[in-house]
């Protein structure tokens, strides 16, 4: 059988060549009585609406790591534009500060291996910062 791309089916098997079946049809026993299960307890409820929301308010694995990469991504973003700003010559305080923030969300949940390169780049953020006379810190 060949369903066409119309919606017609077309039969393949040409006469006498059917697959016949072999062995005994299905047959139900009769001579035994319906063997009956142990009665079951009803379902326990779940515990309500309160584990339902505790339930959708644990993030999964890829959550955190989603999080994470979005972040980096925003972080190099605005690091690719702050490169931009000291080749001409001009850097905006505002990308410096939004630089500051970022830095200082993903020092929460940095990698140890991570450290160095963050702390390198919050030092040179710092260091513009302080070239446009708003020091760190203050």
Known sequence: MRIDGTGRIITTNRPGTAAKSQGPAFQ???GQG???SA???APIAAGGIDALLALQAVDDATTGRRKAVKRANSLLDL???I???LLVGQVGEGRLN???SLLQQAKME???ALEDIVADIELRVQVELAKLGRYPGA
Request: proline share 10%.
């Open 83 to 85: 490169q931009t700003d």
């Open 39 to 41: 009665p079951t307890s």
């Open 79 to 81: 690091l690719e534009d």
């Open 98 to 100: 939004r630089a500051v």
């Open 34 to 36: 319906s063997a009956r």
């Open 110 to 112: 940095m990698e140890p």
């Open 28 to 30: 139900i026993e009769s």
